[in-house]
């Protein structure tokens, strides 16, 4: 996988939910990033916690993903 950082990505513009989404270190640093919105430091912390990537099928596409 490529590194964030050299694609320009950083914890503040959300670049490691995508490219990284399961970097440990990374989310534990969004997830305390004080200057970041509360929403995105949740979704960080509860990234960190169920070890699971949220589904944005919803938010993204307009609908439920398929199973769900």
Known sequence: MSDPRRSG?????????YI???NRD???GIAALDRLASS???YA???LQSGRIED??????????AGD
Not at 56 to 65: F, S
């Open 9 to 17: 990505a950083s914890p503040a513009s959300g670049g490691y939910f």
């Open 20 to 22: 990284d989404p399961f």
């Open 26 to 28: 990374e989310l534990a």
């Open 40 to 42: 995105w430091r949740d």
């Open 45 to 47: 912390a509860r990234r």
């Open 56 to 65: 944005w099928a919803k938010r993204l596409e307009g609908h439920e993903a």
